[in-house]
């Protein structure tokens, strides 16, 4: 049973919020347009770029010039709309010069319709033996994994 406290009192929260600003750089939020017609990047942490390879900020992934990273990352993102539901991907960035692990985990936002107006997500990579050097000026990546739809809590 949940108990009669509408809000966990703030004793209860385990999270180090000292320590969030470090995962910022790792986030990103995409709005969802025309029901996933197509997606617009409102937010591309600083990480983000030297991993895809670009900066979508301000960008709507329709004008994506590489077919790779635009026909990897739309599939991943119809499915969160679909499904309504987290997803969780652990797979990599693959770049011309690098295949960078990573785990990525896709949130739907919900509108007051319940349609899904935005994914909010988290990328950590795993830069064991790649330096950001390594990363900078070798293209467009490609998203390569399955995602798999998180069960309901």
């Known amino acids: 049973m949940a108990g009669t406290d509408p809000l966990p009192v703030r004793s209860r929260i385990k999270i180090d919020f000292t320590r969030l600003d470090a995962l910022l750089s790792n986030f990103f939020l995409v709005e969802v347009i025309d029901g996933g017609g197509d997606y617009y990047f409102k937010y591309f942490g600083d990480l983000m ?6 900066n979508l900020c301000g960008l709507h992934l329709s004008d ?7 026909s990897s990352l739309k599939p991943a993102y119809d499915r969160v709309v679909r499904a309504r539901r987290p997803t969780y991907l652990a797979g990599h960035y693959v770049r011309p010069t690098a ?5 990525r985990l896709q949130i739907p936002v919900l509108d007051d319709d319940g349609a899904v107006a935005a994914i909010w997500g988290l990328v950590i990579p795993d830069l064991r033996g790649h330096s950001r050097t390594d990363l900078a000026g070798d293209g467009p990546a490609r998203l390569d994994g399955n995602d798999e739809i998180l069960p309901p809590a």
């Open 99 to 103: 295949r960078i692990a990573i785990e």
């Open 64 to 70: 994506v010039t590489s077919v790779a990273l635009r």
């Open 49 to 54: 770029p030297e991993l895809c390879g670009i």
